[in-house]
Nanobody, 114 residues
């Protein structure tokens, strides 16, 4: 089993920045991919960014150039640095970890005011 605990969400004005963190704990050898998804009110869950164990990152087009995903393998933690935030970025952000199974965090609210 893997537990994911997110932190760092909150309320910020448009143009501001936030940094999300997600720490994984439990019984596992390594995590193949860690990433962030988000779900806005009335919409489906969408991929924001994902990073491999080797550090290769992929981003949704809507966040490229504004968000940066990074990973600390020793701490089993993934980060999402979000800059130049827009009201459209308002959503619940979920951490995701892919091992032999897929695990989700409980979600953290990000609200961007205009």
């Amino acid at each position: 089993q893997v537990q994911l605990v997110e932190s760092g969400g909150g309320l910020v004005q448009a143009g501001g920045s936030l940094r999300l963190s997600c720490a994984a704990s439990g019984s596992f050898f390594s995590i193949n991919f860690m990433g962030w998804y988000r779900q806005a009110p009335g919409k489906g869950r969408e991929l924001v960014a994902v990073i491999s164990k080797g550090g290769i990152a992929n981003y949704a087009d809507s966040v490229k150039g504004r968000f940066t995903i990074s990973r600390d393998g020793a701490k089993n933690t993934v980060y999402l640095q979000m800059n130049s935030l827009k009201p459209d970025d308002t959503a619940v952000y979920y951490c995701n970890a892919q091992l032999q199974a897929t695990y989700w965090g409980q979600g953290t609210q990000v609200t961007v005011s205009s």
